[in-house]
């Protein structure tokens, strides 16, 4: 079990014997972190980034940390600075796209961060974003097939193909989409019930609970002990 108060006395023992070290900071941010300290959390990870202002993990913390506690202008001033520069890290690019995603006036600026990124940087969570861009724009067969790329090349990641299969519905490609989901269970079935639990609850949601059923008995077959 955690001990929450053993904890703060050895955060408090190494802030009385090095403050303002790495080691003192680090602890009073782990500790914020477990508490659910947002205010104390971004305190301590500005703290931090005094002395590694490069630190792209620390970078997009505060950016997280912002986005909850700060008004929405000043999380996005704050994205928009850590990109300037043909330098910026790739990660900041993605979170300034998805950001502007969310304002149709900015919607063609964030299709151009994110088909950039693709090219240079081409991640699942890139391609997932580019289709969410194309889907909001009405153009739904380009983001279905971004969707389904974006699972394809992280395979393992049902939260990927998922996504692909409810977009794929949504234009009548269920069929297509439940045929991909299989291929998954050929491929990875033997590794885990992962794929096959997916496929199951995306042909529970078109109420066709009799093959779903099937799909399940079936894991459970493979995978007895799970």
């Not at 913390?61 to 850590?82: N, T």
């Not at 153009?139 to 049902?158: G, I, Q, W």
């Not at 996504?163 to 069929?175: C, K, L, Q, S």
């Not at 991909?180 to 042909?203: D, N």
Request: proline share 4%.
């Amino acid at each position: 079990a955690h001990d929450r108060n053993r904890a703060a006395a050895k955060c408090a023992d190494i802030a009385a014997l090095a403050p303002g070290h790495r080691l003192d900071i680090g602890m009073r941010r782990s500790l914020a972190s477990y508490d659910g300290d947002l205010p104390a959390n971004l305190r301590t990870t500005e703290e931090l980034l005094v002395a590694y202002p490069d630190d792209v993990n620390l970078r997009l913390s505060k950016a997280s940390l912002l986005r909850r506690l700060a008004p929405h202008q000043d999380y996005l001033d704050y994205i928009r600075a850590q990109c300037n520069g043909p330098a910026a890290h790739a990660m900041l690019r993605l979170r300034l796209a998805q950001t502007l995603l969310e304002d149709a006036r900015y919607r063609a600026e964030a299709i151009r961060i994110l088909r950039r990124l693709v090219r240079g940087w081409c991640k699942p969570e890139t391609l997932s974003s580019l289709g969410d861009a194309h889907w909001r724009a009405g153009e739904y067969p380009r983001a279905v097939e971004l969707y389904r790329f974006a699972s394809t090349l992280s395979e393992a990641d049902e939260d990927h193909a998922q996504a692909y299969f409810r977009a794929a519905r949504m234009v009548r490609g269920a069929e297509t989409a439940l045929a991909y989901l299989r291929q998954r269970i050929r491929r990875l079935g033997p590794l885990s019930a992962a794929p096959a639990m997916t496929l199951f609850e995306c042909i529970e949601e078109l109420d066709r609970a009799t093959e779903a059923m099937t799909v399940l008995d079936e894991a459970l077959a493979a995978h007895p002990e799970d």
